[in-house]
């Protein structure tokens, strides 16, 4: 049985073929996804996997080239603002405007959803204090950290207690404090019912939080399932391989020639950020004495060798064959090479 019960059955969120260009760079390819209503559901991959361009597009500030929208049986596309109505959103970018206070900014969100006085005065007084916002709610936004923005974009997002929450890395530059904060609420809300949608690249925040993810790259779904499905799904052990201290890629490659040969070891990725080792999943009690025995025979002396069960990245490295932080300092890299490019060009 779905372990979300009956209500799982109807779907909170559908996506289906969706397409995106922003002239010649195309964010999105085909992508379909379903949400499951009353479910934390992650989505994880790098910057510029194509989270944002879909968190936009279901929340109806961006228009796909092609494909399909349906929130909770409502055409996205056709509908707008009865989706609108119907979602909290809280973007990666907090805008706030500095001259109001805090509490000011939350009215104003109140009758722009057309919240009857007595309903915005239970709602605001909800929020400040379930965030902890009283000692600071009548200053101006100027004056606010980045964990107290962070905190009053997710009350005004939840004033109008929509059925849908859609929440673009809201943990990103938070103290400790704010975070657990935050984390507690989502549970808390989700323990009510309502959907979650979590878009993140800390891997540690969707193993934690998600009942079900997906993982993005490249602008399509390459993997979708519960965190534990997923990581069961590798089998074995995820291994750790480092023949020197350091190494280059000639003689990680020759590494990897070696390994290729011995029974047990599935998968090998020479991981480049992190100095040319090799990460590998293993199944098999008698693999890494075999690994030992063939490295020192092949004159390759280990350096180092740790050994772990399956997590979210080795799940990302299955996946496309780089780590989340390979990919994000890939991605880093073809955007210092494009602007590069640019200033060349002047």
Avoid at 97 to 112: F, H, M, S, V, W
Avoid at 238 to 261: A, C, G, I, P, Y
Wanted: negative net charge; charged residues 30%.
């Amino acid at each position: 049985m779905d372990v979300f019960g009956v209500e799982s059955l109807i779907q909170m969120i559908e996506l289906r073929g969706l397409e995106k260009s922003f002239g010649s760079i195309q964010a999105l390819f085909g992508l379909d996804l379903s949400i499951p209503r009353g479910c934390l559901y992650g989505l994880l991959g790098p910057n510029g996997a194509g989270k944002t361009s879909t968190i936009r597009i279901i929340t109806t500030l961006l228009a796909p080239d092609s494909g399909s929208v349906v929130v909770n049986g409502v055409d996205a596309l056709k509908e707008p603002c009865i989706v609108r109505n119907q979602l909290g959103y809280v973007a990666q970018e907090v805008a706030i405007d500095k001259i109001l206070t805090g509490r000011e900014l939350l009215e104003l969100q109140a009758d722009l959803y057309h919240l009857s006085q007595s309903k915005k005065i239970e709602r605001i007084t909800f929020m400040i204090q379930r965030l902890d916002m009283d000692s600071w709610i009548d200053r101006r936004c100027g004056t606010y950290s980045g964990g107290m923005r962070r905190r009053l974009d997710l009350a005004a997002g939840l004033l109008h207690e929509p059925e849908l929450l859609v929440l673009d890395e809201p943990t990103v530059g938070l103290d400790l404090e704010s975070r657990k904060i935050v984390w507690e609420l989502l549970r808390e809300l989700k323990s009510k019912g309502i959907t979650i949608l979590l878009s993140s690249h800390y891997l540690e925040e969707i193993e934690i939080m998600a009942d079900r993810m997906a993982i993005l790259d490249r602008g399509r779904v390459i993997a979708e399932g519960t965190p534990d499905q997923l990581k069961d799904e590798l089998g074995g052990d995820h291994v750790t391989l480092r023949v020197r201290e350091f190494s280059d890629e000639k003689e990680s490659m020759q590494v990897r020639d070696v390994l290729d040969n011995i029974d047990g070891v599935k998968q090998i990725v020479v991981n480049r950020s992190q100095g040319f080792s090799l990460n590998l999943v293993v199944e098999g009690e008698t693999v890494l004495p075999k690994l030992r025995e063939e490295l020192t025979k092949a004159d390759f002396p280990i350096f180092a060798l740790s050994q772990s069960r399956p997590s979210l990245d080795d799940v990302y490295l299955q996946a496309t064959g780089m780590t989340l932080m390979d990919a994000e300092l890939a991605i880093a890299g073809q955007r210092d090479s494009k602007l590069e490019a640019k200033k060349g060009m002047r």
